[in-house]
């Protein structure tokens, strides 16, 4: 389907939005968001209604949705059965963005090593230069990352010049999880769990009572509870635990760093602790992975 320029940018705008707010957006929303006046959204719309590429709703909550027919005329159908593939500006993920295909450009030139990134979301939140990270891919497990170095506002896609390629290997966590873990009791004072981090050269361990993981605490706990009371306990201040089975692949780990915005993960089978896992174990076991998923809270 041939759309003009406005009209692509119209509805690769309202698709952004509407995968980000999952309701019906208003006209002047989109004008604002591409910058166009709201005589011109208004007017397109009527095309791109009789189009059958988008819907009206009515009512004080009102607006406008795209139909399935929109995504296939942008070349996004497949986002509607796939998996998300997040990104990430500076370490931090760009929320309501995804990405819907990378096409390597210059393969034949390592040295300046290119890629057009096909995105739904805003595209204008990029600007030339920005550091990016991408990933993982579904299947292969892909991590990129790079430099802006272009942006197409009517194709919605980035320009990304690749500096780092990784894939995380299919392997158990129980590969790489460190066996030999120091736990902490719920009653023991703050200034033991510092002596036990100090004594053991760790930013972090679980608190187990009875065999049974209750918490986990880790260094800036240690820190903001010492401010507090040197006898406070460690059951006080001490933070829920995400744990993972020791046969889940090493992705999942990954993937629950990313989501708790946590550094370590407790490994467990059936119910028992059995190790832990660290972000900084990935890193070793890959060399360097090249993905921030955060601002270095805690390792």
């Given at each position: 389907?041939?759309?003009?320029?406005?009209?692509?940018e119209?509805?690769?705008a309202?698709?952004?939005?509407?995968?980000?707010?999952?309701?019906?957006?208003k006209?002047?929303?989109?004008?604002?968001?591409?910058?166009?006046?709201?005589?011109?959204?208004?007017?397109?719309?009527?095309?791109?209604?009789?189009?059958?590429?988008?819907?009206?709703?009515?009512?004080?909550?009102?607006?406008?949705?795209?139909?399935?027919?929109?995504?296939?005329?942008?070349?996004?159908?497949?986002?509607q059965?796939?998996?998300?593939?997040?990104?990430?500006?500076?370490?931090?993920?760009?929320?309501?963005?995804?990405?819907?295909?990378?096409?390597?450009?210059?393969?034949?030139?390592?040295?300046?090593?290119?890629?057009?990134?096909?995105?739904?979301?805003?595209?204008?939140?990029?600007?030339?230069?920005?550091?990016?990270?991408?990933?993982?891919?579904?299947?292969?497990?892909?991590?990129?990352?790079?430099?802006?170095?272009?942006?197409?506002?009517?194709?919605?896609?980035?320009?990304?010049?690749?500096?780092?390629?990784?894939?995380?290997?299919?392997?158990?966590?129980?590969?790489?999880?460190?066996?030999?873990?120091?736990?902490?009791?719920?009653?023991?004072?703050?200034?033991?769990?510092?002596?036990?981090?100090?004594?053991?050269?760790i930013?972090?361990?679980?608190?187990?009572?009875?065999?049974?993981?209750?918490?986990?605490?880790?260094?800036s706990?240690?820190?903001?509870?010492?401010i507090?009371?040197?006898?406070?306990?460690?059951?006080?201040?001490?933070?829920?635990?995400?744990?993972?089975?020791?046969?889940?692949?090493?992705?999942?780990?990954?993937?629950?760093?990313?989501?708790?915005?946590?550094?370590?993960?407790?490994?467990?089978?059936?119910?028992?602790?059995?190790?832990?896992?660290?972000?900084?174990?990935?890193?070793?076991?890959?060399?360097?992975?090249?993905?921030?998923?955060?601002?270095?809270?805690?390792?």
């Amino acid at each position: 389907m041939d759309l003009s320029s406005v009209q692509q940018e119209i509805l690769n705008a309202l698709i952004a939005l509407f995968q980000e707010k999952k309701e019906a957006i208003k006209g002047q929303n989109i004008a604002s968001s591409i910058k166009k006046q709201p005589g011109t959204i208004r007017n397109q719309m009527q095309w791109l209604k009789a189009l059958n590429l988008i819907e009206s709703v009515q009512g004080p909550k009102g607006g406008y949705k795209p139909t399935s027919k929109a995504y296939s005329a942008l070349d996004l159908a497949s986002y509607q059965e796939g998996e998300t593939v997040d990104i990430f500006k500076k370490g931090k993920k760009v929320e309501g963005a995804t990405i819907i295909e990378i096409d390597l450009t210059t393969i034949p030139q390592p040295d300046v090593c290119k890629s057009e990134i096909k995105l739904i979301g805003d595209v204008r939140k990029f600007e030339q230069g920005d550091d990016i990270s991408i990933g993982p891919t579904p299947v292969n497990n892909l991590f990129f990352k790079g430099k802006i170095s272009g942006r197409d506002d009517v194709n919605n896609k980035l320009i990304m010049k690749i500096q780092e390629i990784h894939s995380i290997p299919n392997i158990p966590v129980e590969d790489i999880a460190s066996k030999d873990v120091v736990t902490i009791s719920p009653n023991d004072s703050v200034m033991e769990v510092v002596n036990s981090f100090v004594k053991h050269d760790i930013r972090g361990a679980p608190v187990v009572d009875e065999e049974e993981i209750i918490g986990m605490i880790i260094y800036s706990d240690v820190g903001e509870a010492l401010i507090e009371d040197e006898e406070t306990k460690a059951k006080d201040f001490m933070r829920d635990t995400i744990t993972i089975d020791f046969d889940e692949p090493l992705i999942s780990a990954v993937k629950k760093f990313r989501k708790h915005q946590v550094n370590r993960v407790a490994v467990v089978k059936d119910d028992e602790l059995v190790g832990i896992i660290t972000y900084t174990d990935v890193l070793r076991r890959l060399t360097a992975i090249g993905i921030d998923y955060y601002q270095d809270k805690d390792i």
